[in-house]
């Protein structure tokens, strides 16, 4: 029962470099987000997916870019990694929008 | 504004007592309510649903408020394992169907 799974767990990265955040779920969800959340702080959307095939903006979009590659991967990417971005990264998905969501582990990224 | 907001606390609890907390939201057309518990450095996890009529499970107990637009959780009896942030998650359909979290309460609980 691996639910949704987020690799990697761990990166740190040099200002300017790219990488991209994988998350998959095994649920049959329909819906995926992407959240960061920095120190002593809440979650705030960068991007979901409310559906395959479609993807919007949530609060704090900029610099990042997401692909629903089918309907159980959503991948988030950083073009041009900037320290700024150093936070806590979550994945999460449900069934739509009004139910349940999931979330994986998390992945801690830091950006020197 | 912000769509959804909490009282960052903490609000410090002596174990065996009761704590209520409230968080509010903007956005008069949402529809599902959710408390969610968060663990230092863990993901988030449903501790439960909000429904209209107000609903308890076990030692909590969530309330909603439309016409004020606010949702409250209430722990009676706390527990040490209860010291946590506790998160309010909000749901609009009209506004994408996407869940909304506002920036959690902190709660400890103390011998």
């Known amino acids: 029962n691996a639910g949704v799974t987020q690799t990697p767990k761990f990166q740190v990265l040099k200002t300017g470099q790219s990488m991209t955040l994988q998350c998959a779920q095994d649920?049959?969800?329909?819906?995926m987000y992407w959240y960061r959340q920095d120190p002593g702080m809440g979650l705030r959307l960068i991007y979901y997916?409310?559906?395959?095939?479609?993807?919007d903006k949530g609060e704090v979009p900029n610099g990042y870019n997401v692909s629903r590659l089918n309907k159980r991967e959503f991948s988030l990417r950083l073009e041009s990694a900037a320290p700024s971005q150093t936070s806590v990264y979550f994945c999460?998905?449900?069934?739509?929008?009004?139910?349940?969501?999931?979330f994986g582990q998390g992945t801690r990224l830091t950006v020197v | 504004r912000k769509e959804v907001e909490q009282d960052p606390g903490p609000f410090n609890v002596p174990e065996g007592a009761t704590v209520a907390f409230n968080c509010t939201y903007s956005?008069?057309?949402?529809?599902?309510f959710f408390w969610y518990r968060q663990d230092c450095r863990k993901e988030p996890k449903l501790l439960m649903s909000?429904?209209?009529s107000g609903n308890e499970d076990g030692r909590f107990t969530a309330q909603l408020n439309r016409a004020s637009q606010y949702i409250s959780l209430l722990i009676r009896d706390s527990k040490l394992s209860d010291s946590a942030t506790y998160l309010c998650?909000?749901?609009?359909?009209?506004?994408?169907?996407?869940?909304?979290f506002g920036g959690g309460t902190r709660v400890l609980v103390k011998p």
């Open positions: 999460a998905s449900n069934l739509q929008g009004n139910t349940e969501a999931f």
């Open positions: 649920m049959n969800h329909n819906s």
């Open positions: 997916s409310a559906s395959e095939g479609t993807t």
């Open positions: 956005n008069s057309a949402s529809q599902s």
């Open positions: 909000v429904y209209s």
């Open positions: 998650v909000v749901n609009a359909k009209a506004a994408g169907n996407k869940l909304t």
